[in-house]
């Protein structure tokens, strides 16, 4: 059990690859605090794995996450692993995109991760040691069209993980990044709530004509996997990289 009595936080914890990155670290012996705003979804969480905790916080709000980081110094001390994963994607074109989805896209993907580092900080440079893991998207990247907004936040977090990464060091800190591909979340799902990796389209260009080398999306559980390498001793020799978690997609042409 690699994680066994360490205290993990994971951020969007309630569905998708936050909810696999949770159930991962758990199964590995982590005692597990799961973040997110949706509380059905933390409860159930809670409710199936023995000894979590779920915390309630909305990630656009500072105060919140203000108050809901005190609260983990409070009952805890200390964090061993903090992933941060929490995000969401709307797309939209810039001529029709507004300030406010600009910045509601950035408050969320990116100053909440500044936010939860900037507490959890000072509990590992305490300890001398820690591990963060920021989660991106290959869109940090690479493009398509609508996504500007979204595209920016995710390469705003690769640049902040390598930033944090060299500040950190010095106190035996790893800090990376995961950016993955299509993955079967409910993010996948478009407009009209049809999971895009199951379309005629998606399956003709991507599977059939291997756009994606592996012709296949992948898996909430496989992006928990590459987090618990990252998080573990055999990634000891890596900070400040941006593993990529994509089947190939980003290597062909």
């Not at 509380?39 to 656009?60: N, P, V, W, Y």
């Not at 995000?87 to 507004?98: P, T």
């Not at 618990?228 to 020799?237: I, V």
Request: glycine residues 8%; aromatic residues 6%.
């Amino acid at each position: 059990m690699r994680f066994a009595g360490r205290v993990v936080l994971v951020t969007g914890a309630a569905n998708g690859i936050g909810e696999a990155i949770a159930r991962r670290f758990h199964s590995e012996g982590a005692h597990l605090i799961a973040l997110d705003v949706e509380k059905a979804g933390l409860d159930r969480l809670a409710g199936e794995l023995a000894g979590a905790e779920s915390l309630l916080c909305d990630l656009e709000k500072p105060e919140e996450i203000a108050k809901a980081m005190r609260l983990v110094e409070s009952e805890h001390g200390h964090v061993d692993v903090l992933v941060n994963n929490a995000g969401i994607a709307q797309s939209r074109h810039i001529v029709e995109a507004d300030y406010a989805h600009w910045r509601r896209l950035f408050a969320i993907n990116l100053d909440a991760q500044f936010l939860v580092c900037r507490a959890i900080a000072p509990l590992m440079q305490a300890r001398q040691s820690g591990v963060i893991v920021n989660v991106a998207s290959i869109q940090a990247l690479l493009a398509e069209p609508c996504s500007s907004a979204y595209g920016a936040t995710k390469g705003a977090i690769a640049a902040f993980t390598r930033g944090l990464a060299v500040d950190l060091a010095p106190a035996g800190i790893r800090v990376n990044a995961i950016a993955p591909g299509f993955v079967q979340t409910r993010m996948s799902k478009n407009a009209e709530g049809v999971d895009e990796t199951s379309t005629p389209e998606f399956q003709e260009w991507y599977v059939k004509r291997r756009k994606i080398p592996l012709a296949r999306a992948g898996l909430p559980a496989e992006v928990a996997a590459v987090a618990a390498f990252l998080a573990s001793a055999d990634a000891s020799y890596m900070t400040g990289q941006t593993l990529i978690v994509d089947g190939g997609l980003t290597v062909t042409f």
